[in-house]
């Protein structure tokens, strides 16, 4: 198993990170966003102040845009340069997963832990809609790994690993601002204060640490601030989600929870067993301590001490999945791949638990029994609704969509299956089927064919076509980031439509205007004219105007 590992790894990755890249347009959800700002950037020479159609945005730090500004320059008018580099994020990631486990817990446990990390459904979608997020989570894990080794590694001192951590939190401060990048010192006072662990703090110098976190940001911070005031500061706070709007500050830790049941799918079932295992162990620490421990000593100390190492590793890992979920509750209605710095944590649980099994399937098999009870239940339900979505979609879209459905259903159900003929091992790792096999048909089949209902490629794509070329197009509300990223055209917004429709007639006498197919009678009436329907598509409809 060992050696096929790393080729079976690289499969996943390709399958799931990897597929549909070169068909899919860029999808309105973030991702047209980030990049129609990284191609502003670019052409306006832009280093300091992020803006979207001349107007500044405060809603991530300046370098977060760096991956969409490369991609531009490797592939422009393209997302496929950025995906490729998100994606490279997320497989540095999952290795870097697994030799986080692999350094506490042994090898195997860093193989599984970065098998459950690539088959959950909050990394495939962070790499499609959040570069940001992956780039700042990869680096604010490379400052838990630094954590770790000097929390739990048999050297002291302020060495190598610890310097390199800090300085990735400082980068991911920097790149994602300051909730991704401070919630692994949450983690560690959390951990220090639970484990009562008077050490944690001196181990890992969090004075010189933060120092230089707060060396390598302010720079950029504090120009920002010195060019736009008080309205910058409240917006880094809640960096990178702070244009969304704000919601309740009581439901903060419902969305938190929420998100991490979502985006650890289909593995957040079997999460409350591998989180009470570790749990267990740290009441009956605890109990030790407290009550004192009689036990006679085991023959062997090295192995004793090797065993209260990993328990206290996996104790840490607890900490850092409650506190990377802080985030979450504080940001302004975050979207889900805001829980991905938390998935990491699930991976190294799951994997351990996951490494048990394989030593020894009648250890734990409840958990796996119990976790396949839920997925076969979970996946039914969402087989049903896919089902019922096809059914109030057009076009090529709903056959896939069908096709998906069966693809849950037959992949949730095959755990219990398992399971129930005996085969624990095997119903353990089927836990990963509904990802495994479904993130490569959504990513090369069903978003391709679903892409008028993500973008607005198209109606750019008709304007050039039935348009002369200096037409402006005007636009009924505020242009969807993808026709910002894919028309040459000069975008006419926030004009009282009636207004715009006389003012900006083309060369041929006609004014084009594009609105959401809900807006068609309110565009008709402030024609004034007869309305030529150009193209209509889910998302967005062309129209041309014939003066009245």
């Not at 990631?93 to 030799?99: G, K, M, N, Q």
Request: charged share 15%; proline share 8%; net charge positive.
């Amino acid at each position: 198993m060992m050696r096929a590992a790393p080729f079976a790894l690289l499969v996943l990755c390709a399958a799931i990170l990897f597929s549909g890249y070169e068909t899919l347009g860029v999808v309105d959800e973030r991702e047209a966003r980030d990049a129609a700002i990284g191609h502003e950037l670019i052409e306006r020479r832009e280093v300091l102040t992020p803006v979207l159609g001349g107007e500044p945005v405060f809603e991530k730090p300046m370098v977060a845009y760096a991956t969409e500004a490369l991609g531009a320059a490797l592939t422009w008018r393209s997302p496929f340069g950025s995906r490729l580099l998100r994606g490279a994020y997320a497989v540095a990631l999952v290795l870097l997963t697994a030799s986080v486990a692999a350094r506490h817990f042994g090898p195997r446990a860093g193989w599984c832990s970065a098998f459950v990390l690539v088959t959950t459904f909050g990394l495939p979608l962070a790499v499609r809609t959040d570069g940001t997020q992956v780039l700042a989570t990869l680096l604010a894990w490379a400052g838990v790994q630094g954590f770790s080794d000097s929390l739990f590694g048999r050297r002291a001192g302020l060495d190598f690993r610890l310097v390199v951590g800090w300085g990735a939190l400082a980068a991911a401060f920097v790149v994602g601002g300051p909730l991704p990048a401070l919630w692994p010192v949450a983690a560690l006072a959390l951990y220090a204060r639970l484990a009562r662990d008077g050490e944690a703090w001196r181990r890992v110098h969090p004075i010189a640490g933060l120092g230089l976190v707060a060396g390598v940001a302010l720079p950029w911070y504090g120009a920002m601030f010195e060019r736009h005031g008080a309205t910058f500061l409240g917006h880094a706070a809640f960096f990178p989600y702070a244009g969304a709007a704000h919601a309740a500050w009581y439901a903060g830790p419902v969305r938190s929870l929420a998100s991490l049941v979502v985006g650890a799918f289909p593995w957040s079932t079997l999460l409350p067993g591998a989180a009470l295992h570790a749990a267990i162990w740290w009441r009956g620490a605890r109990r030790a301590r407290l009550e004192g421990d009689r036990r006679p000593a085991p023959p062997d100390p090295a192995a004793l001490e090797r065993g209260r190492r990993e328990e206290s590793a996996a104790h840490f890992f607890v900490a850092c999945m409650a506190a990377a979920l802080i985030p979450v509750a504080l940001y302004p209605v975050p979207p889900l791949p805001a829980v991905l710095p938390a998935l990491p944590a699930v991976a190294i649980l799951c994997g351990r638990l996951l490494d048990l099994i394989l030593e020894d399937e009648s250890r734990d098999g409840g958990h796996v029994a119990w976790a396949a009870r839920m997925l076969a239940v979970v996946g039914t339900a969402g087989a049903i609704l896919l089902s019922l979505i096809a059914t109030r979609v057009h076009g090529p879209a709903a056959p896939e969509l069908r096709a998906l459905a069966a693809i849950v259903l037959v992949a949730s159900c095959a755990p219990f299956l398992a399971g129930f003929i005996g085969r624990r091992r095997i119903a353990a790792f089927l836990i990963a089927a509904p990802v495994a096999l479904g993130a490569p048909w959504v990513g090369a089949r069903l978003l391709p064919a679903m892409e008028d209902y993500l973008n607005a490629r198209a109606a750019a794509t008709a304007m050039e076509s039935v348009a002369p070329p200096l037409a402006a197009l005007i636009v009924d509300g505020d242009a969807p980031p993808s026709l910002r990223f894919y028309s040459r055209r000069n975008l006419v917004e926030r004009w009282p439509l009636d207004r715009a429709l006389e003012s900006f007639r083309a060369a041929d006498g006609l004014a084009y205007v594009v609105f959401r197919p809900a807006n068609e009678r309110r565009v008709a009436r402030a024609a004034r004219g007869p309305l030529e329907i150009v193209l209509r598509s889910p998302s967005l409809v062309l129209a041309r105007v014939h003066p009245g």
